[in-house]
């Protein structure tokens, strides 16, 4: 089992930046890729980002590409999303997973229980 806690979310102006933390515990998260996913009011769960764990290649939503960095920290079992130049269409609860690569939610396993991330006009 991985158990996965998610922080760092928060209420921020458009424009501005927050770096979110998913932080693992339990089984090894060697084995796992590692993805950020976020769901806004009255919509379906979507892919944002995803790390491998082993060599870090990185792959991520065409809309957030160039403004959200996914990166992890092996030493502390964490990834991190950093998300620059927010905008009001970002606001959602984002999550992270824990699985095997890919942008389906079906490809993750192990899931947090989720961040707020409200961004105002």
């Known amino acids: 089992q991985v158990q996965l806690v998610e922080s760092g979310g928060g209420l921020v102006q458009a424009g501005g930046s927050l770096r979110l933390s998913c932080a693992a515990s339990?089984?090894?998260?060697?084995?796992?890729?590692v993805g950020w996913f976020r769901q806004a009011a009255g919509k379906e769960r979507e892919f944002v980002a995803t790390i491998s764990w082993t060599v870090s290649i990185t792959y991520y939503k065409a809309s957030v590409k160039g403004r959200f960095t996914i990166s992890r920290d092996n030493a502390k079992n964490t990834v991190y999303l950093q998300m620059n130049s927010l905008n009001p269409d970002d606001t959602a609860v984002y999550y992270c997973?824990?699985?095997?690569w890919g942008t389906g939610v079906s490809d993750y396993d192990y899931w947090g229980q989720g961040t707020q991330v409200t961004v105002s006009s």
């Open positions: 997973a824990a699985g095997r």
């Open positions: 339990g089984r090894t998260f060697s084995s796992y890729a």
